[in-house]
């Protein structure tokens, strides 16, 4: 019965990674086996064309290539700084309206993207005018709303909660002012919260499309997870190689932090 | 909560995320709410509620409300069981770690990258699920196949945090494998399914971004859905129709929440009271 459920579970297994490996087999096959049409996952012969192809004539592949490295590092970058400021007063300093403005938090990680869409869209408009600085189709406008989602600081803010008061206190009484608490006894204890956080916000932003089909009018701003689909449709035959280039960084990164997730996506936890 | 007297600090260090967040997100939500009761984009009259009732007649509007209604009453049920179980037979059977790596691994996966597949599998001519009126099916299973890693990290992070001398006590007094289930380990999980299914709900708003690269902006009707319809207002400058819409949207999702929060709380009194 075990060996049999085993068996189960390892074809439950392979059916979740045959999209990915079948990506992956795909983009070693030659432009004739890919325009084919016919659905076989191991190439008829071993091909380097795709990759050959993307990199030596496909400058502009890159450039959206940096467009989302780009994106993404600013966001995590952003997120992750303000995130341990504003995780840390939740969660062990005391101000004006604490608790209801972190409801606010929690409320907004519930909304789905399109619902602060106009608002947020007239914002810009207004931020525009006022400092005159160009928001609308450029990066900023993807970039800002990504920094400030309160995704960040509530996963840290429930990590932090979990340290003892007592070693703050302690630290207090020893002169400790709260930003060196913060920095040599909640840092340290924070890291998989916070490579958990990076890992997250890393795979959210590289998969990065609302946004960008909104705010952004110019092509050659897009992310490479947007532009994907025109060389789906324009450029079928480099599709994959070009699909498997950009999965690669999101699972390198992935399967080596997949240790900090199970511990930093605990937060419901058995009481 | 620590030192009282200095009140202040706490301000100082939540500002940068709170001038951003506030300016960005709360502004914006409660500065929509204009737009919705405005005759139009460039018409501020006061009209109450007419725009939502409009909403609601409205052809598209009905048809994304149906579908996303229907995908999320579906497809968050059963990605929650199929997580679960998953999870139940890696623990028990303690299968070795690529089983839960390979389930785990979609969720590094965007969504752009694996169009290729897909179209190929559910859109060839002859069996062309995507433009069939059962396209809503292959959205389900997408969902499914991306989503399970997720829940599956929250569960065994449970499993591996629960009391082994309950589960012991239970087996010495003759409780077979499925009682053990029934009445020790599925109570003591409501919690972890409370916040499991939150999750799994903020995670069903995503599956625009799959339905988007499979099929753009006005993909087949059966799997137009609410994002769909807001976005497409927005490119039509109907903001009034938009921001009506967005909130209808955000009740549903509130509601549904606030019914999980009095489950979790009602769990909570009872296993105090006990």
């Known amino acids: 019965m075990k060996k049999l459920l085993l068996v189960v579970l390892l074809i439950i297994s392979l059916l979740y990674v045959y999209p990915i490996i079948f990506t992956f087999t795909s983009s070693f096959m030659s432009y004739e086996e890919i325009m084919s049409g016919n659905i076989h996952i191991i190439p008829e012969e071993f091909n ?99 920094i400030f989602t309160s995704f960040g600081v509530i996963l840290l803010r429930q990590f932090i909660r979990n340290i003892p008061n007592e070693i703050i206190e302690t630290a207090m009484l020893d002169g400790a002012s709260y930003t060196k608490i913060l920095f040599k006894i909640v840092l340290p204890i924070l890291r998989p919260a916070i490579f958990t956080l990076i890992i997250l916000t890393f795979i959210d932003n590289w998969n990065l499309v609302e946004q960008a089909i909104i705010f952004l009018d110019s092509p050659s701003k897009l992310p490479l997870s947007v532009f994907l689909e025109n060389i789906y449709y324009n450029d079928f035959k480099v599709f994959y190689a070009g699909a498997v280039l950009y999965i690669i960084p999101s699972l390198i990164l992935f399967i080596k932090g997949e240790k900090y997730l199970m511990e930093g996506l605990n937060i419901g936890g058995l009481k | ?63 994304a409300l149906k579908n996303t209604c229907f995908f999320m009453i579906i497809s968050i049920p059963v990605l929650i069981v199929i997580s679960f179980v998953i999870a139940l037979m890696i623990y028990e059977l303690k299968a070795p770690k690529i089983v839960k790596l390979s389930i785990m691994l979609p969720i590094a996966v965007p969504s752009g990258t694996v169009v290729g597949f897909f179209k190929k599998v559910f ?86 971004k799959d339905i988007y690269m499979l099929q753009g902006s006005y993909p087949n009707p059966k799997i137009y859905m609410l994002q769909h319809y807001i976005n497409n207002k927005f490119n039509d400058l109907q903001y009034e129709k938009l921001t009506s819409s967005a909130y209808i949207f955000s009740l549903m999702i509130f509601v549904v929440v606030f019914l999980l929060f009095i489950l979790d709380k009602k769990h909570a009194k009872r296993v105090g009271g006990n």
């Open chain 1, 48 to 146: 380097l064309q795709q990759y050959y192809s993307i990199i030596t004539f496909k400058g502009e592949y890159f450039h959206y290539f940096l467009n989302s490295i780009k994106l993404t590092s600013i966001i995590i970058f952003g997120q992750v700084i303000i995130g341990i400021f504003a995780a840390f007063a939740f969660a062990k300093m005391d101000f004006v309206a604490r608790n209801l403005i972190f409801i606010l938090y929690i409320l907004a990680i519930l909304l789905p993207f399109q619902v602060t869409l106009v608002p947020n869209y007239l914002v810009f408009d207004k931020i525009q005018r006022l400092i005159n600085i160009k928001i609308f189709d450029t990066h900023t406008a993807i970039i800002l709303p990504g």
């Open chain 2, 1 to 63: 909560m620590i030192f009282e007297s200095k009140k202040y600090k706490g301000l100082l260090f939540i500002l940068p995320s709170l001038i951003g967040f506030g300016i960005l997100y709360v502004i914006p939500f409660f500065g929509g709410i204009k737009y919705s009761v405005s005759k139009s984009s460039f018409n501020s009259t006061f009209v109450a509620f007419n725009n939502y009732t409009d909403v609601f007649k409205n052809n598209a509007f009905k048809i």
């Open chain 2, 123 to 208: 859109g060839f001519n002859g069996f062309n699920l995507i433009d069939s009126e059962y396209a809503m099916l292959v959205v389900i299973l997408i969902f499914i196949w991306k989503n399970t890693g997720y829940n599956l990290i929250i569960y065994l992070a449970g499993l591996s945090q629960m009391d082994k001398e309950v589960i012991e006590a239970s087996m010495i007094d003759g409780a077979n494998y499925f009682q053990r289930l029934q009445y020790i380990i599925i109570p003591l999980f409501t919690p972890i399914n409370v916040f499991v299914a939150i999750v799994t709900i903020i995670n069903s708003f995503k599956i625009f």
